[in-house]
Nanobody, 122 residues
């Protein structure tokens, strides 16, 4: 069983930055692919970024060059650094875990967090 807790969301002006954190309660965190998804009201869930258990990384087209993802296995935490934020980045951001996953969008993620709200004002 893996428990995921997101934090770091909030209200920021366009052009600003936020760093989201996802703390995992898991005995073998280092063997999980970890990803971030987001969902805006009325929209489908969208893949944002992922980092595999072997540290390969993937990014959604809409965030490439603006967002970075990293993980600290000693802290059981994955981070999403979001720069140059745009109003269209407004959404609830969810962390997800996939055992032995590569962090890509098409994987079936077994565990999900409750989400953290990000609001970008224009």
């Amino acid at each position: 069983q893996v428990q995921l807790t997101e934090s770091g969301g909030g209200l920021v002006q366009a052009g600003g930055s936020l760093r989201l954190s996802c703390a995992a309660f898991a005995h073998t965190f280092s063997r999980y692919g970890m990803s971030w998804f987001r969902q805006a009201p009325g929209a489908e869930r969208e893949f944002v970024a992922g980092i595999g258990w072997t540290d390969n990384q993937y990014f959604g087209d809409s965030v490439k060059g603006r967002f970075t993802i990293s993980r600290d296995n000693s802290k059981n935490t994955v981070y999403l650094q979001m720069n140059s934020l745009k109003p269209e980045d407004t959404a609830t951001y969810y962390c997800a875990a996939d055992f032995l996953g590569d962090g890509s969008a098409g994987r079936k993620y077994q565990y999900w967090g409750q989400g953290t709200q990000v609001t970008v004002s224009s």
